[in-house]
């Protein structure tokens, strides 16, 4: 995964504040700083108000009046949506990060209504780097509670000197004399059988904390209750249906919903999804209303209140008390949303989905099993990740996998997009049907308007499957037609769908500007008027702006010849135009 891409981007409308809409210019104060947080927030708590927002570090980050009176900033160890000012249509892809329960400072209190004074504190992040700021806010939450601002001011200027978390690199990361030493994840590293290894740390004092992912949860230990339905669960979440997870805490909440929507990897979570939701929240009104169906959203909230106000929901995950480490897990009961009726509702699914596929029961012995020998949790989630990873691989590649067609080889075709190899059945040798929708290379010709892509049929997908279907890379049976038929309504395929038909139009153009470099330029000049001359400086120059951007898949030494090309053509009309094309 990329930097700010990962375990899932969540749909948040606008920016934080002024300064969040943008990287900070390079040079400007706290551009270091901007590169991981946003910024450091302070929030006191209410019964009866919610949170209200004591202080902000850097003091320059403005939250909107909506910001601060929301839920964003509400309770412990949560990771929730943020929605504020900035350009229509733009999204936040991180998350932001409140400490764990016990960084949170309780005081007694007698003219508080509720007994005690209640404080945290808060990062707020683009970055999905979870486990990153965990261990971020277990070393600064403790030291700020005794020293408060001058702690804070301290600990946000050793940030500020961090290198970019760029993707790909090793860090070491100096906080208030520990060095955490994580690896930034990008789309290049490969998904690991085992547990990750770790780095080295030869020469370094003081020996550095070494964070195995700055992003993965213990995904084992989040499914832990409900290791019996993660395949259920799974298909909930690839059909972007609509789920609430009730929890005893803040902390539970707010990691069975990361769990759960980064369980679709390597398939991008396009859906909304609120790791801890209060009454206090601005989308209060629009999620509890009756009067339209539930919208596409895994929502996480402690409050039992939800679990009358929500009864309508399809899919209700009641969570229970966490169990010690060693314990067996007690797995919870799928039952009928009928019996879902009262606020001390048992934990247990909530639900009348029914699989399309069978469930493995392989997996779940293999699990408990390594409970009982006590495995280590980070080997039983690899084991749990390396499942999911494979089955969403399994239904995904036959809409994305390359091949070829009689007639020519596609455009981008075979090679132009590798997944990770699965440990059953290799992948057949026939063409898969996204690729297919790619014209043939040699209809591209350098002086006509590149070919248009196929539209996606799904009839003709799903008779595709029974030659190259996921059938011949997983074992588990059952109605995969079906559950593609659902796929397609959700989305997860929209979403998906537009992504890759994008890619495709990029690798369309890039190959057709990589087709004009390659022709013959005098040959077509010798019977075009300057209109046609000047038509293809502006489009030339146009494809060079957007590929050096790095928005087209081009070759360096195409970008070279394009440039080439435009200075011969420029030099090939009269002055007078020339100087409207090249202002001095």
């Known amino acids: 995964m990329d930097q700010g891409s990962g375990a899932g981007p969540h749909r948040a409308r606008g920016c934080l504040g002024a300064p969040s809409c943008g990287a900070r210019a390079p040079g400007a104060p706290w551009a270091r700083f901007s590169a991981w947080l946003e910024c450091v927030c302070v929030v006191t708590f209410d019964l009866e108000l919610g949170q209200a927002l004591e202080l902000v570090y850097p003091s320059d980050f403005q939250l909107t009046d909506k910001e601060a009176a929301s839920g964003i900033l509400s309770s412990a160890s949560a990771f929730v949506s943020v929605e504020g000012r900035g350009a229509p249509g733009t999204r936040m892809t991180g998350t932001v990060t409140v400490g764990p329960p016990c960084l949170c400072r309780q005081v007694k209190d007698s003219s508080v209504k509720r007994g005690y004074f209640q404080k945290s504190l808060v990062l707020v ?52 004399g520990v060095v955490l030493q994580v690896h930034i994840p990008s789309s290049a590293d490969k998904p690991e059988s085992g547990p990750p290894k770790q780095c080295s740390h030869k020469n370094l004092l003081p020996a550095p904390v070494v964070l195995t992912s700055v992003h993965e949860l213990d995904l084992f230990r989040c499914f832990r209750p409900v290791l019996a339905h993660v395949q259920l669960l799974w ?101 009928k949303p009928s019996r879902l009726k009262t606020l001390d509702t048992k934990p247990g699914l909530y639900t009348a989905y029914t699989t399309y596929l069978h469930r493995d029961k392989a997996l779940l012995r293999r699990l408990l099993k390594g409970l009982q020998r006590k495995r280590p949790s980070d080997v039983q989630t690899a084991v749990l990740r390396q499942h999911l990873l494979e089955l969403t691989q399994s239904f995904i590649i036959p809409l994305v996998g390359p091949g070829r067609r009689g007639g020519g080889r596609r455009a981008g075709g075979a090679g132009s997009r590798l997944w990770p190899r699965l440990r059953l059945t290799p992948l057949p040798p026939q063409e898969h049907y996204m690729a297919s929708l790619m ?122 010849r394009a440039r080439l090309y435009i200075e011969t053509v420029v030099g090939s009309l009269p002055k007078d135009l020339q100087v409207v094309l090249c202002p001095p």
């Open 125 to 176: 992040s683009r970055l999905p780097f979870v486990r990153l700021f965990q261990a971020l806010l277990s070393l600064v939450a403790p030291e700020y509670f005794d020293k408060l601002a001058p702690c804070l001011e301290a600990v946000c200027n050793e940030i500020d000197q961090w290198p970019a978390p760029v993707p790909g690199q090793t860090l070491n990361l100096p906080v208030m």
């Open 235 to 335: 298909e909930l979440m690839l059909l972007g249906e609509p789920l609430l997870v009730l929890a005893p805490s803040p902390a539970v909440s707010s990691e069975m919903v990361l769990a759960l929507t980064s369980c679709l990897q390597p398939l991008k979570f396009c859906c909304d999804y609120r790791p801890y939701f209060t009454v206090h929240d601005s989308e209060f009104k629009e999620f509890t209303t009756r009067t339209q169906a539930p919208p596409s959203v895994v929502l996480g909230v402690t409050n039992p209140f939800f679990i009358k106000t929500l009864q309508h929901w399809p899919h209700v995950l009641r969570i229970g008390e966490p169990k010690m480490p060693g314990d067996l897990p007690k797995q919870i009961k799928l039952k």
């Open 439 to 560: 014209p043939l290379q040699k209809s591209i010709t350098p002086w006509k308007t590149p070919p248009q892509i196929h539209p996606f049929r799904q009839d003709d997908f799903l008779r595709s499957l029974e030659r190259s279907g996921p059938q011949l890379t997983c074992l588990l049976k059952g109605d995969w037609l079906g559950l593609y038929r659902r796929f397609f309504k959700s989305p997860h395929f929209d979403g998906w769908y537009r992504q890759r038909h994008k890619e495709m139009a990029q690798k369309l153009e890039a190959l057709h500007l990589e087709a004009i470099c390659e022709a013959n330029l005098e040959i077509w000049m010798q019977d075009k008027s300057e209109v046609e001359v000047v038509d293809l400086v502006l489009k030339l120059r146009e494809r060079l702006v957007r590929a050096q951007g790095h928005q087209l898949p081009v070759k360096e030494a195409t970008l070279k």
